[in-house]
C-alpha cells in the first residue's frame, strides 16, 4: 500500500474545490484578524467593543450568539435577539461578522440575519450527525463556514467536517486550530498540537487554518506568545476574543483580552516573509537542504539496519518462547540514548518521544513474529 494512497485512510483526503479566504468577496486579506467577545451580552457592549476595535487590524467582527456551555447554569447566549445588535458591529468597523452554528434552527436565524461567515465549534465538529444537520441546512447557499478542530486530536473527523460541507456545495472554508482537550494539560486550557493543521494544510491544499489562541489558553497572560507561535507555523490568522470589560464577561472572563491588548499583541507580532517572495533563499536554502537529505538517507538506512537486528532478536525470542517486552533492558536503553542525545545539544522531550516511537514500532514488529508463530503452530 503505498502512503497518502486512499487504501491507507489516515493521509489521504479526496480534493475538493477551496476557495481561498481573500476570494470569499468580503474584504479579507492575509493574515486574518477576527475579533469580538465571545459572547453577545447587550447593544451597549457590542457598541463599546467595536468602538474600541477601531484602528486595529480586525477584518471580521466575532461574537457568540448560542453558547455550548460544558454544564447547564452557566450563561448560554442571549440567541437569536443578540444577532440584530451584530448590525452595530458592522456599522462602527465597516466589518462582516461571523457567528457559532450548532444546529439547523441556528443556521435558518444567522442566515435570515444576513450572518457573512458561520463558523462550527470543536463540540459539535466532533458529532457527524450535527455536522450533517447543519450542511443539510446550508445546503443551495455558498456562506463561507469556519471549522473548529473537534476537541479530540481526531484529523479524520476534522476532514470529515470539510467533505460534508463541500459535498453540499459549500466551497468557501477555513479550520480553525482551538486546540484539544487534554485533562492532564496544565498550562493551555486546551493543549496546542501544532502538526494536526500542518497536516490539515497538506491534505486540503488551499485550506486556511486560524489559530484561536483565547480557547487554546484559556488565559490572557499567553495569548500573545501563543499567537506568535501560531505565525511561526504558518497558520493564516487569528481569532481573539475580545472585551471591552473582560473581568465583568459573562463568558469565559479570564481569556478575553481589551481591544487595547489586542492591538498591542498584534502589532508586536512577528509576520515571517514568505519564501516564495526570496527565489534568492530558495536557492541559498537549497545548499543546507541537500545535506539534510543525505543526513536523512543516513537516518533511514541506519533505522532499517536497527529493525533488521530486532528482528533476529524476534526469532531468538520465537524459538525460546520468550516476552517481546524486556523492561529492564528498554529501561537502559532509554536513560543512555537520552543521556548521548542530551549530551549532543537534543532535548530530553524530544530523545523520549523519538526512543518511545522507535521502541513501539520494535514491539509491534515482534509481536508480528510471535504471532506468526503461534498461528504456524496451530496448522
Ligand atoms: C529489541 C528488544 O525488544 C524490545 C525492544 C527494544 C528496543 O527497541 O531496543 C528493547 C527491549 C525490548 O522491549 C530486546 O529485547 O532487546
Not at 480534493?15 to 459572547?39: F, N, Q, R, T, Y
Not at 493543521?197 to 506568545?225: F, N, Q, W
Not at 481569556?255 to 491588548?261: A, F, L, M, N, Y
Request: some cysteine; aromatic content about 8%.
Amino acid at each position: 500500500m503505498k502512503p497518502g494512497s486512499p487504501e491507507s485512510g489516515f493521509f489521504y483526503a479526496k480534493k475538493m474545490e477551496i476557495v481561498d479566504i481573500k476570494d470569499w468577496g468580503l474584504g479579507l486579506s492575509e493574515h486574518l484578524l477576527i475579533a469580538g467577545p465571545c459572547s453577545a451580552e447587550s447593544p451597549e457592549q457590542i457598541e463599546a467593543i467595536a468602538k474600541g476595535l477601531k484602528g486595529s487590524r480586525v477584518e471580521l467582527f466575532r461574537a457568540g450568539v448560542w453558547k455550548p456551555r460544558t454544564r447547564p447554569g452557566s450563561f448560554e447566549g442571549i440567541g437569536e435577539d443578540a444577532l440584530g445588535w451584530l448590525e452595530i458591529a458592522r456599522e462602527t468597523l465597516n466589518v462582516p461578522v461571523t457567528v457559532e452554528v450548532a444546529n439547523t434552527e441556528h443556521v435558518e436565524q444567522a442566515l435570515k440575519a444576513g450572518v457573512e461567515v458561520l463558523w462550527i465549534g470543536a463540540r459539535t465538529t466532533v458529532n457527524p450527525f450535527s455536522v450533517q444537520e447543519i450542511c443539510e441546512a446550508l445546503r443551495g447557499t455558498d456562506i463561507p463556514v469556519m471549522v473548529k478542530n473537534p476537541i479530540n486530536p481526531d484529523l479524520q473527523l476534522w476532514l470529515g467536517a470539510f467533505e460534508r460541507l463541500n459535498k453540499v456545495g459549500i466551497k468557501k472554508l477555513a479550520g480553525i486550530h482551538r486546540g484539544f482537550s487534554d485533562p492532564y494539560e496544565k498550562r493551555y486550557r486546551n493543549k496546542p498540537e501544532w502538526s494536526l493543521p500542518i497536516h490539515l494544510k497538506r491534505l486540503l491544499p488551499g485550506i486556511s487554518v486560524i489559530c484561536d489562541p483565547s480557547h487554546i489558553c484559556g488565559t490572557r497572560e499567553i495569548i500573545a506568545s501563543v499567537s506568535q507561535r501560531a505565525i511561526n507555523f504558518g497558520l493564516d490568522g487569528l481569532m481573539i476574543e475580545t472585551h471591552h470589560d473582560p473581568d465583568n464577561a459573562w463568558s469565559d472572563a479570564k481569556q478575553q483580552i481589551t481591544p487595547d491588548t489586542l492591538k498591542i499583541i498584534y502589532e508586536n507580532l512577528n509576520f515571517r516573509e514568505s519564501i516564495e517572495a526570496h527565489p534568492e533563499a530558495i536557492s541559498e536554502l537549497d545548499k543546507f537542504r541537500q545535506k539534510v537529505d543525505l543526513v536523512d538517507t543516513q537516518i533511514i538506512e541506519l533505522m532499517a539496519d536497527r529493525f533488521q537486528v530486532i528482528k533476529q532478536i524476534g526469532e531468538y525470542k520465537k524459538g525460546h518462547n520468550l516476552a517481546v517486552f524486556q523492561p529492564s533492558r528498554w529501561q537502559d536503553v532509554m536513560e543512555s540514548r537520552i543521556q548521548s542525545g542530551v549530551n549532543k545539544g537534543m532535548t530530553e522531550k524530544f530523545m523520549k518521544s523519538m526512543l518511545f516511537a522507535i521502541h513501539e514500532e520494535s514491539v509491534k514488529i515482534q509481536e508480528a513474529q510471535l504471532k506468526e508463530a503461534k498461528t504456524s503452530n496451530k496448522v
